[in-house]
Structure formats: C-alpha cells, structure tokens
C-alpha cells in the first residue's frame, strides 16, 4: 500500500517503533497483527475525514492543538471517554 500524503513514514515508523519496543523491553506479545491491521485498507478507509467523524481521540500533541480541523473535534482520550460517559 502506498501513500502519497506522507503516511508511509508514519507507518514504518510504528513498525520501527512497536519492534523496537518489544526488543528493548524483552515484550512477549508480537507487534506484527497490530501493525498488519493498523496498514489494512479497511483500517485506511476509517480515517476520520472520510468517514464523517465527530471526534479523534488522540494523545498526540501535535493533533490536540488542531481543535477542530475539518469541522472534528480532537480531544485527548481521557476527554473522550469523559464524552462516552456523557453520552
């Protein structure tokens, strides 16, 4: 899967990162199912701005500063499950 806007930076670097990870922690579980859902086409597909999303929960700061791009509202996870809870 090839992407033109970046992510496939970001994807290599999860793998780098879930692998190293697991090596420096001696981790038992494997990070490869993770990372073979998280590059799927259906996972792709779920990106917010496709799927008309309300919310993306995220602990990335570089995100939470967005506020509302697009008209979705980002908000850290604990917020969000504040939301959930709200109903």
Avoid: C
């Avoid at 190293?20 to 494997?30: P, S």
């Amino acid at each position: 899967m090839s992407f033109q806007d970046g992510s496939d930076a970001i994807l290599r670097e999860y793998a780098e990162t879930a692998w190293k990870l697991k090596l420096e922690r001696g981790l038992a579980e494997n990070p490869q199912p993770w990372l073979n859902w998280i590059n799927s086409p259906a996972t792709i597909s779920r990106v917010p701005w496709g799927g008309r999303a309300d919310y993306i929960a995220s602990r990335d700061r570089h995100l939470l500063v967005l506020g509302k791009p697009f008209g979705i509202r980002v908000v850290g996870d604990r917020e969000f499950l504040a939301i959930l809870r709200e109903g």
